[in-house]
């Protein structure tokens, strides 16, 4: 059986720029910031902090 030849790459740097554009474009839409605030706020209110026992 012959080997099938790879299928040649497209261009990854225009590829990645364009995925990495509709990134931060989602990222905005959702309000996403690089602190992270609105993450441990949400995350604390959905899970609650682990209580330490007495001792």
Known sequence: MAKQPKPKATS???GAKAQSERFI???RELGADES???F???I???IPAVKKPKG
């Open 40 to 42: 441990n706020d949400l």
């Open 44 to 46: 604390s209110r959905v």
């Open 12 to 14: 990854t740097k225009d």
């Open 36 to 38: 992270g605030e609105k």
């Open 25 to 27: 474009q989602t990222a």
